[in-house]
């Protein structure tokens, strides 16, 4: 089955504990991206891959990172979290001429 | 500066036909999505509009206006199971790299 996968699900965890929330799609995507969702302001764009290590910042990078070692894999690194990092989080993937976005399920990060 | 413009909730009837509005002021324009979002899952995708007119799939139909930065989707004999958000986005560029989306319509369908 085509999918798009996170883990964790859902995290608590507290100011500055470094962690990282795993992506992981069997599509054959060469894009993917980061995508954060906040009540009122909709999705917004961390981080995202064209391609194996090729990475670039979306429009709210700070605080956050990632690495494309493999096609299928894209980790978001937050290296010392703060309670305004506290989010839905969604990995997407698609292929880099189409746009059409397939996502995760979401990672629901609370930093206390 | 980029903005996507949709209203926040809307309220309709099962078996009615609600109409969704979004526009937008982008840099750039190569196409427009609409996602459809169940409370606490992940968006799946509806709809992507290049050219100026209507698309229609089923149920739902979206059309765009490029001149006017404007596009609508269309929901007709609405369901319960459409109740669910509506995310309008803009592919800036002709890769996936820039998609920015709007804040999403809330739809609740009542009996």
């Known amino acids: 089955e085509a999918q798009v996968t996170q883990n964790p699900r859902y995290l608590i965890t507290v100011t500055g504990k470094k962690l990282t929330v795993t992506c992981s799609q069997n599509?054959?995507?060469?894009?993917m991206s980061w995508y954060r969702q906040d009540p009122g302001l909709g999705l917004r764009q961390i981080y995202y891959?064209?391609?194996?290590?090729?990475?670039d910042k979306g429009d709210v990078p700070e605080g956050y990172k990632v690495s494309r070692k493999e096609k299928r894999n894209f980790p978001l690194i937050l290296e010392s979290p703060s309670p305004n990092q506290t989010s839905l989080y969604f990995c997407?993937?698609?292929?880099?001429?189409?746009?059409?976005?397939?996502f995760g399920e979401g990672s629901r990060l609370t930093v206390l | 500066g980029q903005n996507i413009d949709q209203p926040t909730e809307m309220t309709a009837t099962e078996g009615a036909i609600v109409q969704i509005n979004c526009t937008y002021q982008?840099?750039?324009?190569?196409?427009l999505f609409w996602y459809q979002q169940h409370a606490g899952e992940a968006p799946t995708f509806l709809s992507y509009?290049?050219?100026?007119g209507l698309e229609e799939k089923g149920r739902f139909s979206s059309f765009l206006s490029r001149s006017k930065g404007y596009s609508y989707l269309l929901l007709k004999e609405l369901q319960m199971k459409d109740s669910a958000s509506y995310l309008c986005?803009?592919?800036?560029?002709?890769?996936?790299?820039?998609?920015?989306f709007g804040s999403g319509t809330r739809l609740s369908i009542r009996p």
């Open positions: 997407a993937s698609s292929f880099q001429n189409t746009g059409e976005l397939f």
């Open positions: 599509m054959n995507h060469e894009y």
């Open positions: 891959s064209m391609n194996v290590e090729v990475t």
């Open positions: 982008t840099s750039g324009f190569n196409g």
């Open positions: 509009n290049v050219l100026d």
């Open positions: 986005a803009v592919q800036l560029g002709s890769s996936a790299s820039k998609i920015i």
